[in-house]
């Protein structure tokens, strides 16, 4: 089973990065809005099922993946 994790600042959280690509992206010429930055976490899991596998991503995005005060998660789970 393999599960895909987004994490991205939440709205109101500053987002240096993101302003930094939107302000490069306005020098280039490209007429764009907000922009967040985020990171996609690919994990391959031993799960027996869908619901298995989501309950150790969302565990693992709790201990682990995100901070959960200040970022939010969406994720995907896909059998192989």
Excluded: W, Y
Excluded at 27 to 45: A, M, Q, T, W, Y
């Amino acid at each position: 089973m393999k599960a895909t994790v987004l994490v991205r600042p939440k709205d109101g959280i500053l987002d240096p990065q993101g302003e930094a690509v939107q302000g490069s992206l306005q020098k280039l010429g490209f007429d764009v809005g907000s922009v967040r930055v985020g990171r996609v976490i690919d994990v391959e899991l031993a799960a027996g099922d869908e619901t298995e596998a989501r309950a150790q991503v969302e565990r693992m995005c709790a201990e682990l993946l995100a901070n959960p005060l200040i970022e939010s998660v969406q994720i995907r789970v896909d059998e192989e």
